[in-house]
């Protein structure tokens, strides 16, 4: 059985997100892996290094862009309807436009779905783009990892962890019970998590745009490195 999430983000309400372009994820991603290594790279946890491999498009103008419906998600989710090759220790991350499905009919302002725990999620790409990105695929990573939402009064809560149910800049923190779950994840092999990321588009991508865009990916992905050194609680 899948569990889902639901994420919430009031400033995305009733707003309809926008297409996102190849080059923009590539460019994005570059930022995003070192984010998400200075969030899950606190004392106590054995996850030390984030790679996303190469995006992988997939044209699909009908269902996949927008999902709304139970079948929908689990073909995301469960059932890799898109027919996505990745081995069972890779995140999925689907990005998409819009999502009105997520465990069941969800809000407007919802911009992320994954399993838990599991190794799938789908996210609203306009939003991964933006200034909360790197809160929100932690958020969700933090679901296949096998965290559920923190809530105020339970154990190890803060009003900036990053599985609050609701993504705001800032909001990144785990607790150490957080950090021993992450800990026993199948996915992180030698303190490493590799991230699929799959971008759906309306229209095939031609094969040879994502090799014009590698040189200066090439350059700027080693460009330096740093480590997060944030208190845990």
């Known amino acids: 059985m899948v569990i889902a999430s639901l994420l919430l983000c009031c400033s995305s309400a009733g707003a309809k997100a926008a297409p996102i372009s190849l080059g923009d994820l590539n460019t994005a991603l570059v930022s995003l892996e070192l984010a998400l290594e200075n969030i899950f790279s606190v004392p106590g946890s054995s996850l030390t290094d984030i790679t996303f491999l190469p995006v992988l498009t997939v044209a699909d103008p009908g269902s996949y862009l927008h999902v709304d419906t139970f079948a929908e998600q689990q073909g995301l989710l469960n059932f890799n309807d898109l027919g996505v090759t990745a081995g ?73 962890n990053i599985m609050r149910s609701t993504i705001s800049n800032g909001r990144d923190d ?48 080693f460009a330096g490195r740093r480590r997060r050194t944030a208190q845990t609680v």
């Open 174 to 221: 785990l607790n150490a019970g957080q950090i021993n779950t992450i800990n026993l994840s199948s996915l992180i092999q030698a303190g490493e998590l590799t991230i699929l990321p799959v971008l759906v588009t309306a229209v095939p991508i031609p094969a040879a745009l994502p090799l014009m865009l590698l040189p200066g990916l090439v350059l700027a992905r």
């Open 88 to 160: 069972g220790t890779v995140v999925t991350a689907y990005v998409i436009e819009t999502i009105s499905q997520c465990g069941g009919p969800a809000e407007g302002a919802t911009i992320g779905c994954a399993s838990v725990p599991g190794n799938t999620m789908y996210l609203v790409g306009d939003r991964l783009l933006g200034s909360i990105g790197d809160e929100l695929i932690a958020h969700e990573l933090g679901h296949n990892f096998g965290l559920d939402h923190l809530s105020s009064g339970d154990p190890g809560y803060s009003s900036n």
